[in-house]
């Protein structure tokens, strides 16, 4: 399979999840690749307990960062009720995502620096689409 099928598939699977903007199909295919591309090189370098801990992170950013990808875009077109379910849904996932890292911490014991890492996967993700912003557009100078 090319990486044009690949990409097709996936708008296709992103689209039919309600998730409309051609951007912000981009994006979830960047966080996509960069978690495979950090597990894998997690799984080389470290493995074991390091790239169970790293994958759990990046699920956990990935997980987030969807369920935004999903509920922003019809919060911003709505015209009622947005900012109850925007804090809402905030709050819900903080409190999750909270009490995973928690056990994953105090219970399973899990190398905290590799459960950032892998949470940070959202903020290389960020990076590289600003970086790309910043080069396709012309800015012009006063």
């Not at 296709?12 to 051609?22: A, H, M, S, T, Y």
């Not at 690749?33 to 074991?48: C, D, E, M, R, T």
């Not at 709505?78 to 995502?97: A, C, E, K, M, V």
């Not at 909270?98 to 590799?114: D, H, M, N, R, T």
Request: proline share 2%.
């Amino acid at each position: 399979m090319n990486l044009e099928k690949i990409r097709k598939k996936t708008n296709d699977w992103l689209r039919q999840r309600d998730i409309r903007n051609p951007e912000v199909r981009w994006l979830v295919r960047l966080h996509l690749v960069i978690i495979l591309s950090g597990s894998a090189l997690f799984l080389a370098l470290a493995g074991g307990v390091h790239f169970a801990a790293f994958g759990l992170g990046a699920v956990l950013s990935f997980v987030n960062f969807y369920i935004l990808a999903r509920i922003v875009p019809h919060l911003v077109w709505s015209q009622s009720g947005g900012t109850f379910s925007l804090l809402f849904g905030f709050y819900l996932r903080l409190l999750l995502t909270g009490c995973v890292l928690f056990l994953c911490i105090a219970w399973l014991k899990l190398p905290v620096v590799s459960l950032l890492l892998g949470l940070s996967t959202v903020l290389l993700t960020i990076l590289v689409w600003f970086a790309k912003f910043v080069l396709t557009h012309k800015h012009k100078e006063a």
